[in-house]
Every structure is written in structure tokens, then in C-alpha cells.
């Protein structure tokens, strides 16, 4: 099990584009970290300064303790030179291979027997579903069958660390969840070193070990998916990860309004920082917090800890399981989501409330608030 260290990595293309901007990332041996973000914020750059497909502009790349790539004392390794059973994916299939000769490919650069071979090539064809097509080509096949060929080729070799760029991206919805629960008993069975690219934050929540989430270059939160999702560090993590999204609320408008100043204040009040523009500029609070109400809270004894908003139902999105409720709070925007019911319908006037604890704090800076001890 190796571990890939990436100290203040800066990678510029020409003078304007910062493409990965100063990233310090320990990726620990059989870790399986997720780059997550949007797309142009530098993902795919990292993972091919790691693969050595680009050179650090700054900083300092290691893996397994061995220097890859560090331009200050001009040290840089060739990709065909970090062995440590790296492997980078790439879609390209030889065309001219049949499916099994393509991942017998890999097989044969490492030296492993032909008797071996032949059990390695039919276990991964078959873990990924592609053992009835092994005599065809790669133009006979989808590009979804092509995706996994390219990913039984890379998982035959065993490697230590492997490097996946949105390697589900061309499969089904179905096909993409059993594919993400084979990589993860896998990775879990070989203990490589993963890092995987995506852009889909329930990819990254699912399989990860870690999510490290990018934005415009810069590291927002590098964590385990679960403090992503419940102690988002910044603003952009808390909108960013959450299906439907977090609702946000921005104090920078409140002197315009009453109950926001109110509301500013308890929540200053529950996190013990100062009121005001240097204390909570925003609050968020995920749709799952929130408890719905047909009717008004009015005459009833509010919950302490609770802040109640008072609003109309704008539209019923039914999803199966549940049900998203679009709310009009004095023309903001809110998401709530309930178990299904036919309780609610458009034009209703419904009551959120909501738990003080249960709202995140944002200052000035988007950076996350704490409880002062
Ligand atoms: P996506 O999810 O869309 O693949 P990403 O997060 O992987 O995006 P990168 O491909 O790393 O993003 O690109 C980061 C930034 O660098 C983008 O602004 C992109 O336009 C720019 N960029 C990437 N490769 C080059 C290149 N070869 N030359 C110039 N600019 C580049």
C-alpha cells in the first residue's frame, strides 16, 4: 500500500490559466480519495501531475516516498518511469485486439505466465460483466462495454496505485450503481491506493474513503464524505454536495428586513460570535432538517432551539421515495423534502421550522462558523 503526498502544487497553463492553484494533499496508502468539483476545477490536472502526464509548475509530488516531481531541485520522473504499479485509465482499446487480447495486453508487459493469464483475463471479464464478449472487437462494442474492458484491463494488473478519471461516466444508471459497489468490494479486496475523478457528488459519497472538493483550482475541504456532507467547511462545499441543494440564507440584505435580523441574532446568539457583518453572514440548512406544518405556529408554543418560517408551497415534486417541496418564504426560495403524502398542494400555507443546531454558519468569507467552547 502506497502513499502519494502532494505539497503546494501550482500548475499554470500559459500566463493566465491557474489551473490547480497551491493543493497540499495526502493521499494515505489504500486510501480511495475522490476529486470532486466542477467541471474546469482542476481535477483531471491533478490526477495527470500524479500520473506525470503533466509537470508541477510548484510544489512537490511524492509517492511511496519516492521524489516524482519537484521543480524547484529539478526532479521530475517520467510517467514510463514510476513503476509502483501506477496505472492512469484510458479508454483507448487497441482496435485491432479482440476484448480478451486487449486485457491480456497488460498482463503480458508484466510477465505474468500464460496459464495465469488466461484465469486473470476471465475473472475480471466476468467481474465486469463483459465475459460473453471477449472474442469481439472494440468497434462491435458500446462505449459503455468499452469503459469496461478499459477498466478490467487496468484491475487484471493488480496495481498498487491506481487513477481513474470518471471511468463510470458511459454507463447506465443501473449499470454505474453496480459497477460503483464491485469497485469499492474490489478496492477493498486489492488495497490500492485509489484516486478517482468525478463530478457527481453521490459517486464521491458512495465510494470514497475521502473526498477532496476543488473549486476554480484551490482545495475547499479534503475530509471523510460524511463531515463533507454534515460539517461542509466552506460555503461552496455546503452547495455544492447536497441533492436537492442546502438552503441558503444571506444576511448582507437583512436590514431590510425584521425577522432576518432576528433570526441573524439567534444564530449569532447559538454559535457565540459577535452580531453584525464580522459575525454569521449566512446560514444554511439542509432540506432534510426541515419540519413542515400545514398550518401557522401561531397561538402555538414554539419549541426552544427551534426558528419557525412561515411560507407558501410553490410546486410538489414527487421522486418515488419522497417528495421535494418547492416553499416561497417571502420570495426566497426554499427546499424541503418529506416522506411521500398527498397532504400538500400548491398555494398551501405551510410552516417550516427548523432546529437552531441544525443551521450552518457562514462569515463574510464563506468559511464555516463554529460553536465557540
Ligand atoms: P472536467 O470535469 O470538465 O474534466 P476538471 O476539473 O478536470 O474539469 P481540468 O481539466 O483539470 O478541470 O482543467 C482545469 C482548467 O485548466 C480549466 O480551466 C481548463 O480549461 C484548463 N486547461 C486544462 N488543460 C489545459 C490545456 N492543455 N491548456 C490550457 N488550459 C487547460
Redesign the pocket.
Same mark, same amino acid.
Given at each position: 500500500m502506497i502513499e502519494i503526498k502532494l505539497e503546494n502544487i501550482t500548475k499554470k497553463? &500559459?500566463n493566465d490559466?491557474v489551473?490547480?492553484d497551491n493543493i497540499s494533499l495526502d493521499f494515505a496508502p489504500g486510501s480511495f480519495v475522490c476529486l470532486l468539483?466542477?467541471?474546469?476545477? &482542476?481535477?483531471?490536472?491533478?490526477l495527470r501531475m500524479i500520473s506525470g502526464l503533466e509537470r508541477a509548475d510548484k510544489g512537490r509530488i511524492t509517492v511511496g516516498g519516492e521524489d516524482f516531481d519537484w521543480p524547484e531541485k529539478r526532479i521530475f520522473v517520467s510517467p514510463e518511469n514510476r513503476k509502483l504499479g501506477l496505472v492512469f485509465q484510458s479508454y483507448a482499446l487497441w482496435p485491432h485486439m479482440t476484448v480478451e487480447e486487449n486485457v491480456e495486453f497488460g498482463l503480458r508487459m508484466k510477465h505474468v505466465q500464460k496459464s495465469d493469464r488466461t484465469k486473470i483475463i476471465t475473472e475480471s471479464l466476468d467481474l465486469l460483466r463483459m465475459g460473453p464478449y471477449r472474442k469481439r472487437y472494440p468497434s462491435e462494442l458500446s462505449g459503455g462495454q468499452q469503459q469496461r474492458v478499459a477498466l478490467a484491463r487496468m484491475l487484471a494488473v493488480q496495481p498498487s496505485i491506481l487513477l481513474l478519471d470518471?471511468p463510470l461516466s458511459n454507463l447506465d444508471a443501473a449499470l454505474r450503481l453496480e459497477m460503483r459497489s464491485e469497485l469499492k468490494a474490489l478496492h477493498e479486496r486489492l488495497g490500492s491506493t485509489v484516486v478517482f475523478?468525478t463530478?457527481d457528488q453521490l459517486e464521491a459519497m458512495s465510494l470514497a474513503t475521502h473526498v477532496a472538493v476543488?473549486n476554480e483550482?484551490k482545495l475547499e475541504q479534503y475530509d471523510e464524505p460524511m463531515n463533507i456532507y454534515q460539517k461542509p467547511a466552506t460555503e461552496f462545499v455546503a452547495r455544492f454536495v447536497g441533492n436537492p441543494p442546502m438552503n441558503m440564507l444571506d444576511f448582507g440584505d437583512s436590514g431590510k428586513n425584521a425577522w432576518m435580523y432576528e433570526l441573524q441574532k439567534a444564530v449569532a446568539q447559538f454559535y457565540q460570535v459577535k452580531q453584525g457583518p464580522d459575525g454569521v453572514r449566512k446560514i444554511g440548512f439542509r432540506p432534510e432538517v426541515i419540519a413542515l406544518q400545514k398550518h401557522s405556529h401561531d397561538g402555538q408554543e414554539p419549541k426552544p432551539g427551534n426558528w419557525y418560517f412561515d411560507g407558501v408551497v410553490k410546486a410538489v415534486l414527487p421522486t418515488g421515495p419522497e417528495q421535494v417541496i418547492s416553499i416561497v418564504v417571502d420570495q426566497l426560495q426554499f427546499y424541503v423534502v418529506t416522506p411521500p403524502t398527498k397532504e400538500y398542494e400548491n398555494g398551501d400555507r405551510v410552516t417550516l421550522s427548523v432546529p437552531l443546531r441544525s443551521m450552518h454558519a457562514f462569515d463574510k468569507a464563506g468559511l464555516r462558523i463554529t460553536q465557540q467552547a
Open positions: 497553463y &500559459g490559466v489551473a490547480v468539483g466542477p467541471s474546469g476545477c &482542476g481535477k483531471t490536472t491533478t470518471e475523478v463530478h476543488m483550482g
